[in-house]
Nanobody
Framework: QVQLVESGGGLVQAGGSLSLSCAPS????????MGWFRQAPGKEREFVAG????????YYADSVKGRFTISRDHAKNPVYLQMNSLKPEDTAVYLC????????????????WGQGTQVTVSS
């Protein structure tokens, strides 16, 4: 089982930036993708961004494309989510997760989850 620990959340004004990190530990798979999801109060969890094992393929939800950047240097290093031009509607708990399904953005394909970190964007 992979353990995931997110960090970097906080409070920021609209238009500002935050950087999140997700550190995997424990058993690691030789080939897996990682993703960021978010869940706002009263709303369903939604996909935000994903990255493959080698870090050379990234994909995003339309709502964050051009503003957020997911990255990783190596399969065993943390995965980062750089969030720029933040909007109040980006306010949510952000969670990272692991999947063996290449390029997936479906919650059901992800089988290990972190506990999440709160991001709050004030207007």
């Amino acid at each position: 089982q992979v353990q995931l620990v997110e960090s970097g959340g906080g409070l920021v004004q609209a238009g500002g930036s935050l950087s999140l990190s997700c550190a995997p530990s424990g058993r690691t798979f030789t080939s897996y993708s990682m993703g960021w999801f978010r869940q706002a109060p009263g709303k369903e969890r939604e996909f935000v961004a994903g990255i493959n094992w080698s870090g050379d393929y990234t994909y995003y939800a339309d709502s964050v494309k051009g503003r957020f950047t997911i990255s990783r240097d190596h399969a065993k290093n943390p995965v980062y989510l750089q969030m720029n031009s933040l909007k109040p509607e980006d306010t949510a708990v952000y969670l990272c997760a692991v999947t063996r399904v290449y390029g997936s953005r479906w919650e059901s394909d992800f089988d290990s989850w972190g506990q999440g970190t709160q991001v709050t964007v004030s207007s």
